[in-house]
Nanobody, 115 residues
Framework: QVQLVESGGGLVQAGGSLRLSCAAS????????MGWYRQAPGKQRELVAT???????NYADFVKGRFTISRDGAKNTVYLQMGSLKPEDTAVYYC?????????WGQGTQVTVSS
């Protein structure tokens, strides 16, 4: 089993920045890809960014150039640095971990961007 705990969400003005953290514990050796997803009210959950064990990253078009995903192997933590935030970035942000045919999710952290 893998446990994922997100933190760092909050209220920020448009144009501001936030950094989300996702701390992983448990059988983390089984995880090959870590990712951030988000879900806005009334919308489906969507991919924001992923990072592989080897460090390769992938971003949704709507965050390219504004968000950066990174990881600290020593701390078993994945980060999402968010900049130039827009009101449409308002959502619950979820951390995910995938590996060995299984997918794990955190409980989510709320990000609210005011205009």
């Amino acid at each position: 089993q893998v446990q994922l705990v997100e933190s760092g969400g909050g209220l920020v003005q448009a144009g501001g920045s936030l950094r989300l953290s996702c701390a992983a514990s448990g059988s983390i050796f089984s995880i090959n890809v870590m990712g951030w997803y988000r879900q806005a009210p009334g919308k489906q959950r969507e991919l924001v960014a992923t990072i592989t064990r080897g460090g390769s990253t992938n971003y949704a078009d709507f965050v390219k150039g504004r968000f950066t995903i990174s990881r600290d192997g020593a701390k078993n933590t994945v980060y999402l640095q968010m900049g130039s935030l827009k009101p449409e970035d308002t959502a619950v942000y979820y951390c995910s971990g995938t590996g060995r045919g299984r997918e794990y999710w955190g409980q989510g952290t709320q990000v609210t961007v005011s205009s």
